[in-house]
């Protein structure tokens, strides 16, 4: 394992965000589109949870992103951020708040 030092984690700007749409990308086995909240802003992220769960079942869940990530094009669109999941042996799991919390919630 390599490790990083706090100032490197420190970089990294988590923040509870809200999905208030999903779809899943035509032509992909794997990625699912979502819609998401950080307080005003609106962007959208690309997530490869379609193995794992219908585009139905994320609405208006609260899930923790990595909010200040490079943008990256995939499948020719743009994904602004990245969700945090746990990946075991029964697949990939979302995380999310233990409770309701505001949406552009900072992680700490």
Excluded: C, W
């Excluded at 998401?36 to 994320?58: C, F, M, S």
């Amino acid at each position: 394992m390599d490790y990083i030092s706090i100032e490197d984690f420190a970089k990294i700007d988590l923040r509870v965000a809200t999905v208030y749409q999903a779809e899943a990308i035509e032509g992909s086995e794997k990625l699912i589109r979502l819609h998401i909240t950080l307080g005003d802003e609106k962007r959208i992220i690309l997530a490869g949870l379609k193995q794992y769960y219908a585009p139905e079942q994320l609405l208006s869940k609260q899930i923790i992103i990595v909010a200040n990530l490079q943008p990256r094009q995939m499948m020719g669109e743009e994904s602004q951020g990245m969700l945090l999941a746990a990946r075991g042996t029964n697949g990939s799991v979302i995380l999310i708040p233990e409770k309701q919390v505001d949406t552009n919630s900072k992680i700490s």
